[in-house]
């Protein structure tokens, strides 16, 4: 759940398009979902773990004309598949969805070769070709791509190289490039870059207890943490657990961020925010208000880049909206695919 560097672009605000909920009836959230079950699925360099969200239809009547599509959910650094359950189980209204834990995390092997942000990019690309091909009346259409944080970074990515395999774009948080640290982190992570340091890095994580890290990461990641469900924070620590169990874990959660940051230094045309302006797909740009670990005042920018993107800011939210406010989340991307036929009014 945890993801790295960001900070403000100076100059003014831009104008973008605020995003607009639908009324879509949703099951409700009364209970706290168990992970979805999943499978683990061959890709350039290895194997990774995904989790399946079956179709539900709509929660008010028959589903015979009822829209059904295709989700992807990708998570960000330190996550996994199952930080899309809860919004998964909502988004089952409209989509048969698929959530993948990237290589190392989860429960995804490692990858034969580095960690590196083209490696997530390929290896979500592959997994989209799969999901599209899966059977049935939406096979060979275009897969609505959800990311958040460095899951964000990579889904720009992975839309700007594949705009036939994406429907609509949604970036929670994404962990686009910048080049100032912000405060939620100490200047000592610059040092991850240099040789040596992850491997020292790797073997203090490995010292840090499974009940620590979770809470770490709830108070770093979320908003308001006291609001976080205690089953939650238990299914996490349970997790936690068993990643510990793994002799890669913490291989992955420094080199993916080496990885992520490295991906920072690109200009040209592998630049993300370059990528981002030329992309077409219905976007939404989600933030949470109280994110601590990308600035919430990329937001607007972000929405402006990317051509005719929607943007929503929610207040009391940290960096994994998804996790934090589930149905604000879902009726947000449900409005924005509701809409991504109707006509753009013009900015000004």
């Known amino acids: 759940m945890t993801d ?5 672009v100076p100059g003014p605000a831009p104008t973008t398009l605020s995003a607009v909920p639908s009324a ?16 683990s699925w061959p890709v350039r360099g290895g194997e990774v773990f995904v989790r399946r969200t079956p179709y539900a239809g709509p929660v008010d009547g028959p589903d015979d004309d009822a829209p059904r599509e295709r989700a992807l959910y990708v998570h960000g650094l330190g996550g996994a ?3 899309w359950t809860d919004l998964a189980g909502l988004l089952a209204v409209r989509f048969d969805g698929w959530a993948v834990d990237l290589p190392g995390f989860g429960r995804s092997q490692p ?3 580095r960690y590196s ?5 390929q290896t979500v690309i592959e997994v989209l070709e799969r999901v599209a091909d899966q059977p049935g009346e939406e096979a060979g259409r275009p897969v609505h791509l959800l990311g958040n944080s460095l899951g964000g970074l990579v889904s720009v990515l992975v839309a700007a190289r594949r705009p036939d395999l994406v429907a609509s774009l949604t970036l929670i948080s994404p962990a686009m490039p910048v080049y100032r640290v912000p405060a939620a982190f100490s200047r000592a992570l610059l040092l991850i ?5 992850p491997s020292l890095a790797e073997r203090r994580m490995a010292g840090i207890e499974p009940e620590e890290h979770v809470r770490a990461m709830v108070t770093m990641c979320f908003g308001d943490p006291a609001l976080v469900p205690p089953e939650r924070v238990e299914q996490a620590v349970s997790e936690m657990r068993e990643r510990a169990g793994q002799p890669w874990a913490d ?5 993916s961020m080496r990885g992520l940051i490295t991906s920072y230094l690109r200009v040209g045309t592998a630049n993300a925010w370059r990528m981002a302006r030329g992309l077409r797909p219905p976007t939404l740009v989600l933030w949470g208000a109280s994110d601590r670990l990308v600035d919430p005042r990329l937001a607007p920018r972000l929405a402006a880049a990317i051509p005719n993107a929607r943007l929503a800011v929610l207040d009391g939210v940290g960096h994994v909206a998804m996790l934090e406010a589930p149905e604000t989340t ?3 991307v449900l409005g924005m695919v509701e809409g991504r036929a109707a006509p753009v009014p013009a900015a000004g």
């Open 117 to 121: 942000i083209r490696g997530h990019v």
């Open 111 to 113: 990858p034969r070769g």
């Open 193 to 197: 870059l240099l040789p040596g340091v």
């Open 4 to 8: 790295a560097l960001s900070s403000p």
């Open 24 to 39: 879509t009836p949703l099951p409700p959230l009364d209970a706290v979902l168990p992970p979805w079950p999943g499978e």
């Open 330 to 332: 879902a009726r947000l």
């Open 81 to 83: 598949s199952t930080n």
């Open 251 to 255: 291989r992955a959660l420094t080199r």
